[in-house]
Nanobody, 121 residues
């Protein structure tokens, strides 16, 4: 069974930095896009950043220039380096990945359980 496990959340002051990690485990054939989403209290979940296996990247306008997404294909891991954090970045951050397995060779979408990032003002 495939699992995505996030780590790195916590409390950080405005202007500070935080690095999130998300590791995929299980019987995995391949991973296409991996990304980070977030959901703030009372708001809908939104895309933060996504990276394809080939390295193409897209960011939400709100994080461009502050956040950097990267991945280690050998480790099935995606990272999100967050700099210059603002109180409005406070949210639960979820990892997302499209993963092919022996029982679903075309791939399906998986989600992690989320990690909370709180930015204090």
């Amino acid at each position: 069974q495939v699992q995505l496990v996030e780590s790195g959340g916590g409390l950080v002051q405005t202007g500070g930095s935080r690095r999130l990690s998300c590791a995929a485990s299980g019987t995995i054939l391949s991973i296409d896009a991996m990304g980070w989403y977030r959901q703030a209290p009372g708001k809908q979940r939104e895309l933060v950043a996504v990276i394809t296996r080939g390295g193409s990247i897209n960011y939400a306008d709100s994080v461009k220039g502050r956040f950097t997404i990267s991945r280690d294909n050998a480790k099935n891991t995606v990272y999100l380096q967050m700099n210059s954090l603002k109180p409005e970045d406070t949210a639960i951050y979820y990892c997302n990945a499209n993963i092919a397995t022996p029982t679903n060779v075309w791939g399906m979408e998986y989600w992690g359980k989320g990690t909370l990032v709180t930015v204090s003002s």
